[in-house]
């Protein structure tokens, strides 16, 4: 974003959703609630600006609306940008550093709105995401309300994706006609999965295809393009990458057991992943999808 100047600070490690007492009946398995604390990372639309009780008349033509990733926050101001780092936990509570803003000439309206929420946004200490589709803020005598533009009932059907979304690695595979084999730990199988695209390595090669859903639980892989590089003599590489491609592209379902856990599911076949911090040696992605 041309002009954008963001300041960043030291962030304190801060939380998700609010926690229930460990001795209640009714605490949540922990993969539980990181399941909802990556729901935050998706894209907001403010729909309620409260200071100190007070609603905050929002201009509806000039929509405040902000994308989360994992640490960072990318947004507009309905005329002006903005970005800022936060962090968050499973506990409940948040914390943000002062936004970086740019400084465009926005309608007194638009430009009041902008002020109030980045005041606002600055002495938050809490959040609670509701379903996949509300998200609440508060702290500081403030409440911002957000909702997820889910517009159409297959959105709905299909927002639930997103848990899936992040880095991958393949540790297990059963292709089809064949026993469960262990991926060898000196093989390394990755995929990273976004909105419409899974990209990684194949053992070997690069890889990128894209990846639709399909409902709540099903998934349709596109074709496969992959690099084509001198891999060596190693038969077990190219034999397990083989098989690997074959059979990514013929998952028709998804599952995830807990939260760091993903299978792909197809006719006699069965993908098991197991999450990873960050993408692992990204390849370059090939020429054409």
Request: hydrophobic share 40%.
């Amino acid at each position: 974003m041309a002009g954008l100047t963001v300041t960043l600070v030291t962030l304190v490690a801060i939380g998700g959703l609010a926690a229930c007492s460990p001795k209640s009946t009714n605490a949540q398995p922990g993969w539980v609630a990181a399941a909802r604390l990556r729901t935050l990372q998706q894209e907001w639309t403010l729909t309620r600006l409260g200071l100190d009780s007070k609603p905050v008349t929002l201009v509806k033509t000039a929509p405040v609306t902000m994308t989360v990733a994992s640490t960072s926050i990318e947004g507009s101001l309905g005329c002006d940008a903005f970005a800022t780092k936060y962090s968050a936990t499973t506990g409940g509570s948040f914390s943000i550093d002062v936004p970086g803003v740019t400084h465009n000439h926005c309608d007194d309206a638009v430009q009041t709105q902008a002020n109030e929420f980045i005041e606002a946004l600055k002495d938050v200490n809490q959040y609670e995401v509701v379903g996949t589709d509300h998200l609440k803020l508060t702290g500081g005598g403030a409440t911002i309300t957000f909702n997820h533009p889910v517009v159409t009932d297959y959105d709905q059907a299909t927002a639930k994706h997103t848990a899936y979304w992040g880095n991958w690695r393949l540790t297990s595979l059963t292709a089809r006609g064949q026993t469960a084999t262990n991926v060898p730990d000196n093989i390394l199988i990755t995929v990273t999965l976004t909105s419409g695209l899974a990209r990684g390595l194949a053992g070997c090669n690069g890889y990128v295809a894209e990846i639709s859903p399909s409902g709540a639980n099903g998934i349709a892989i596109g074709q496969i393009t992959m690099d084509l590089k001198a891999c060596g003599p190693s038969r077990q590489y190219l034999s397990i990458e083989a098989q690997y491609v074959s059979s990514l592209s013929s998952a028709t379902e998804w599952q995830m057991p807990d939260i760091d856990t993903l299978e792909f599911l197809g006719t006699g076949v069965t993908l098991t992943f197991t999450r990873v911090g960050t993408e692992t040696a990204p390849p370059p992605l090939p020429d054409k999808v």
